[in-house]
């Protein structure tokens, strides 16, 4: 069966989508995807749709679906290059994609990435610290 | 209303979009539709073809070349014998559906292409056409 492969870049997951997609790829794209940030620990994904032509509203929201799912556990998810024409397409469909990040290209998208991963590790750390702080 | 090419596909698998989704955009191309409009009538046709397997068990779509006056466009006919819609005024508004889909596809696909007729009974089948003109 075909399958998007997912890359890993220490805690972050990188996958470029450079086939067409229907709904079973895209399907399987998700439960792989999931696995993946379990198994890896990962703390980011970034998903390359520079070479997808037309995401329809099924595949938007296997999209919306990752983000969601990375979320709860506790993986942020970037969406990166989609086609000016796609977006067009989508918002006419009804389909805003809220809640899902985006960048304009790989390198925009892994700076985000990689800066809200950090915060957020900051974040935990100064909870952890918090009271001495405030002493301090 | 002249139509200048014809051809059949059938749908009956999920993969089949594909090669749809290919012959359009070849069409597209041809008759010099913009990126825009192309991606359109491309995720409209993918919305339609999803309804024709998921509600349908698949069924076949007509691809046309039409010229009206100094226009040219493509015109999709999606033939299907399925369970057909019960309501259709209910079927086209937004966030309605009967799977477990976000009831973009009809209302959706409506927007997305420049005319749109829907004509189904009951136990017969279903028969959706739509037309994207080149610049409409």
């Known amino acids: 069966m075909e399958k998007i492969p997912i890359l890993r870049m220490g805690d972050l997951l990188l996958v470029t989508i450079q086939v067409d ?82 960048a304009l290209n790989v390198e925009k998208g892994m700076e985000l990435l990689r800066k809200r991963v950090s915060t957020k590790e900051n974040n935990h750390m100064q909870r952890r610290r918090g009271p001495q702080h405030d002493h301090s | 209303m002249i139509i200048l090419n014809k051809e059949s596909m059938s749908i009956i698998r999920e993969i089949d979009v594909i090669p749809m989704r290919h012959r359009l ?61 019960e309501n259709i005024e209910l079927a086209l508004k937004d966030g309605y559906s009967t799977g477990k889909s976000l009831g973009l596809g009809l209302p959706g696909t409506k927007r997305l292409v420049s005319e749109f007729a829907i004509d189904s009974k009951v136990g017969e089948g279903t028969i959706v056409t739509v037309t994207k003109w080149k610049n409409g």
Request: no cysteine.
């Open chain 2, 25 to 85: 955009k070849e069409y597209a191309v041809k008759i010099g539709m913009s990126l825009v409009n192309q991606t359109k009538i491309m995720t409209a046709a993918s919305e339609l073809a999803r309804n024709m397997l998921k509600y349908a068990n698949g069924g076949k779509v007509n691809i046309e070349v039409i010229s009206k006056g100094r226009e040219n466009g493509l015109r999709l006919t999606f033939i299907d014998h399925g369970p057909g819609i």
């Open chain 1, 21 to 102: 997609l229907y709904d079973r790829l895209a399907e399987t794209l998700e439960a792989d995807l999931v696995q993946m940030i379990n198994k890896a620990s990962a703390k980011g994904v970034l998903i390359d749709i520079s070479s997808v032509s037309i995401i329809d509203s099924f595949m938007g929201r296997i999209i919306g679906n990752i983000a969601t799912m990375s979320k709860i556990l506790d993986a942020e998810t970037i969406v990166v290059g989609m086609q000016p024409a796609v977006a067009i397409t989508l918002v006419e469909l009804g389909l805003p994609l809220n809640g899902v990040l985006s």
